[in-house]
């Protein structure tokens, strides 16, 4: 795939989700509701999948560490 046809990949997604993600949003709306009915105090973000916040590792020095040992780096 060439540069300008992601580009215009990124273009059309902008305008139109594709359709697996509408199906993610939809069932944590259905998911959501469902949760509500049971009392659960839930947000339809919080079903979601690909939405999720990545967590930051706690100890970065340990990580760098490691990925230092993995390339073989002093």
């Not at 059309?12 to 939809?26: I, T």
């Not at 709306?29 to 919080?46: N, Y």
């Amino acid at each position: 795939m060439t540069h300008a046809e992601l580009l215009e990949w990124q273009e059309y997604y902008d305008l139109e989700p594709f359709p697996a993600d509408r199906q993610e949003y939809q069932l944590a709306v259905i998911s959501q509701i469902l949760a509500a009915s049971v009392g659960a105090d839930k947000k339809t973000e919080d079903f979601l999948i690909s939405h999720k916040k990545k967590v930051k590792p706690k100890d970065n020095k340990r990580l760098e560490e490691n990925i230092k040992k993995i390339f073989g780096v002093k």
